[in-house]
């Protein structure tokens, strides 16, 4: 079944904002999300070395957790780098990777030619309804409405179905958060979701929660500009809406310098923390 993402905006009903979670975005907030990954495609591998650590636990709890007899998704894959893991780990079977992002999917292509994979927005996946035994998403959630994406990929699942889900959760970039602050009118990092709302969000999507946990991660460079540069060759550096359009001004550049030297840690390097949240969900049998 083929569901046209473009439609769901234009039949949306008008809500009120404690409905707004179950809408996709917009288009423009989508577009600009696909945009700064695809511009990170090309250099995603080498500079993804967190998010290989992010998927290193996730897999430990898959393991724990694995799915029954039929096809895997990778939803929001970025460049696949995961899926030689995913099939070692679960055997040969179907394996279909996802992502809005082409260029990603262009790098898969060029590392596994014969890997199947779609372009797809997680608030409205071209994939039938209960086509998919086990679902892995690892850090794309975020750039997503949590209730509009799960309730799809729930819709996805089988029956017994398991996915293998990580997220960062509102500790993440707090430094950042806090050297920018009051700054000026901006918004300089993006809001990440409570976990109680991501719970939430999860038991309306009618999943139930097999395992949780919740790791700090951290990412290095000798400064500030390096540590932003780190950010942006991931493709993760969209803020939402009422972010700056032009640079910021020298002064407040040295401002903000100046207070991250707070994070600075005894070997000499500069951190920024990623709040990881991981849970291996499952649709009732
Ligand atoms: C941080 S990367 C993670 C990629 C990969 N899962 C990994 O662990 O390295 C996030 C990926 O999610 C994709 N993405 C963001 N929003 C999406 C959406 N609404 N639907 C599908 N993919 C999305 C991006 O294009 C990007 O490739």
Known sequence: MIRDPERMDADAPA????DEDRLPPPDPTRRRVAARFGRAAAGYDEAATLQRRVCDRLSLLALDHPPPAGAIVD????????????????????????????????????SQPDQPCVAADLHALPLAEESA????????LQWCRPDASLMELARVLRPGGVLWLSTLGPGTFSELRTAFAGIDEARHVLDFVPPERLDAAVARAGLSVLARDRRRHVACAPDLAG???AIKAVGAQEVGDNRRQGLLGRQAWRTVERRYEAYRRTDGLLEVGYDA?????????
Not at 277 to 285: D, F, G
């Open 15 to 18: 809500v009120n904002t404690a």
């Open 75 to 110: 939803a929001g894959c970025g460049t696949g780098h995961w899926l030689p893991a995913l099939r070692r780990a679960f055997g040969e079977r179907l394996l279909v990777a996802a992502d809005l992002a082409l260029p990603m999917l262009a790098q898969l292509r060029r």
């Open 133 to 140: 035994a086990g679902i892995w998403s690892s850090l794309c």
């Open 227 to 229: 540590l932003l540069r």
């Open 277 to 285: 949240l991981y849970l291996v969900l499952r649709k009732s049998p």
